[in-house]
C-alpha cells in the first residue's frame, strides 16, 4: 500500500479517537424529548419518558444557580456590577458596571426575567470565577443526589460539557423548592428592581406562564436554546399535594406540561400509610435483654392510585436482636412500601434510647 495513503489513514483513525475522548457528554437522542413528574416529599416518579438520556436544558440550568448562591452567602448582602459580567449574550436585565444590588435583587432578575448578566455576577460574587463558581454548583448538584449530570456555566448557554437529565432536574428542583426563598422568588409573577446607575426601576415580569394560566401553580423556570429547545421546569400544588414536572427538548412546553400536572393530579392522591409519632416495634438488646423502641422519623406519604392504595404492601426489615453498644437513632433497618412487587418507596427506621 502507498506510504501517503497509510499516514493518511492513520491519522483519520487518530482523529476519529481523539474526539471520542474529547466529547464524553454521549448527548443521546438529541432530538427525542425527555419529560418527568416527580411527588415532592417522596420523590416517586408518576410519569416518566426518557428521563436518564442526557439533555443540555438552557436556562433552566439557573435552579442549580439560584440555590447555590442561596446556600453560600446572604441574600441581603450589596454586590457591585463589573465589567466581566455585563453584555453576557442572551436575555439580560441589562446591568450597567458600578451598579449596586443586592443578591436577592439579582436572584429576582435570574429566576423571572432569565438574565445572564446577573447568573454572571451572582457566580462572580460567590466565587470569584465562572470555573469556580461551576465547581460548586456540581458539587451542590451531586450533595441532592445527581448522578448524570455536569455543569460549566451558571446561565445555561450552550456548551458540550454542560447537561443533565430530565431526572437529576427533577430532583434538583425538588430541592431548591424546599428552601423559603427560593420557592418565594420563583412563585412571583412580578417583581421591582432598582437601576441604580439611572434613577430609576426595573419591573421584572415572570417568563413562567404557568404561573397566570395554571391553577395552583408554584414556579419554577423556562429555558430555550437552539440546541436545547424548549425546556420548562413547573411545580404545582393542589389538595396538599405537590408535583415538579420537567419538559427538555419539548416545542409545547407549556401545553404538554399543563397535559402531564392534569394527568397526575387527577390519577393520584396522597395517602398516610406510617405515622412518624408511632413506635413500630420493640427489639429486645442481645446481652441485656431490655426490649428497646424503634421508630421512623417522618410520616409516611405517598402518591397513589386508588387501586395502588388497595393492593399496597408494606415490609419492615428488623434485626431479631440489637447490639449491646446501640445508641439513640442508630439505624437499625427499613420500612419498604411494594405495590406488585415492585419497590414504591424506602424510609429507615431508628432506634430510641430513653
Do not use: W
Amino acid at each position: 500500500m502507498n506510504k501517503k495513503i497509510v499516514v493518511y489513514l492513520l491519522f483519520v483513525m487518530c482523529l476519529c479517537l481523539t474526539l471520542s475522548i474529547t466529547n464524553p457528554t454521549d448527548i443521546s437522542d438529541a432530538d427525542a424529548v425527555s419529560e418527568i413528574v416527580m411527588e415532592t416529599t417522596s420523590h416517586r416518579v408518576v410519569y416518566e419518558n426518557n428521563i436518564h438520556a442526557k439533555k443540555y436544558m438552557a436556562s433552566t440550568t439557573k435552579i442549580l444557580t439560584a440555590i447555590t448562591v442561596i446556600e453560600n452567602c446572604d441574600i441581603e448582602e450589596e454586590v457591585t456590577v463589573t465589567e466581566q459580567s455585563i453584555g453576557i449574550e442572551g436575555s439580560s436585565i441589562y446591568l450597567e458596571a458600578g451598579e449596586k444590588l443586592s443578591v436577592k435583587d439579582l436572584l429576582y432578575g435570574l429566576m423571572l426575567r432569565s438574565g445572564n448578566d446577573c447568573a454572571e455576577t451572582l457566580a462572580l460574587h460567590i466565587s470569584g470565577s465562572i470555573n469556580n463558581f461551576a465547581d460548586l454548583m456540581n458539587k451542590t448538584a451531586e450533595k441532592i443526589g445527581c448522578k448524570n449530570s455536569n455543569f460549566v456555566n451558571p446561565h445555561g448557554l450552550h456548551s458540550d460539557n454542560h447537561y443533565t437529565t430530565a431526572y437529576d432536574l427533577a430532583l434538583i428542583a425538588v430541592y431548591a423548592m424546599k428552601n423559603p426563598v427560593f420557592r418565594q422568588i420563583v412563585s412571583s409573577k412580578s417583581y421591582t428592581i432598582p437601576f441604580t446607575t439611572r434613577n430609576t426601576k426595573r419591573v421584572l415580569i415572570n417568563k413562567n406562564r404557568m404561573l397566570k394560566e395554571f391553577y395552583g401553580a408554584t414556579g419554577i423556570k423556562t429555558g430555550f436554546t437552539k440546541k436545547a429547545g424548549r425546556c420548562l421546569v413547573s411545580s404545582c400544588k393542589r389538595n396538599g399535594m405537590e408535583f415538579v414536572c420537567v419538559v427538555l427538548n419539548c416545542p409545547s412546553m407549556f401545553e404538554r406540561s399543563k397535559e402531564l400536572l392534569t394527568n397526575s393530579f387527577n390519577k393520584y392522591s396522597l395517602y398516610k400509610l406510617v405515622e412518624s409519632d408511632n413506635v413500630i416495634d420493640f427489639i429486645e438488646q442481645s446481652e441485656t435483654k431490655e426490649k428497646l423502641a424503634v421508630y421512623i422519623k417522618n410520616d409516611i406519604t405517598l402518591p397513589l392510585t386508588e387501586e395502588e392504595f388497595k393492593t399496597v404492601k408494606t415490609v419492615y426489615e428488623l434485626p431479631k436482636s440489637l447490639p449491646k453498644n446501640i445508641t439513640k437513632d442508630d439505624i437499625i433497618g427499613f420500612i419498604k412500601i411494594y405495590y406488585q412487587n415492585n419497590l414504591l418507596f424506602t424510609e429507615k427506621i431508628y432506634t430510641i434510647i430513653r
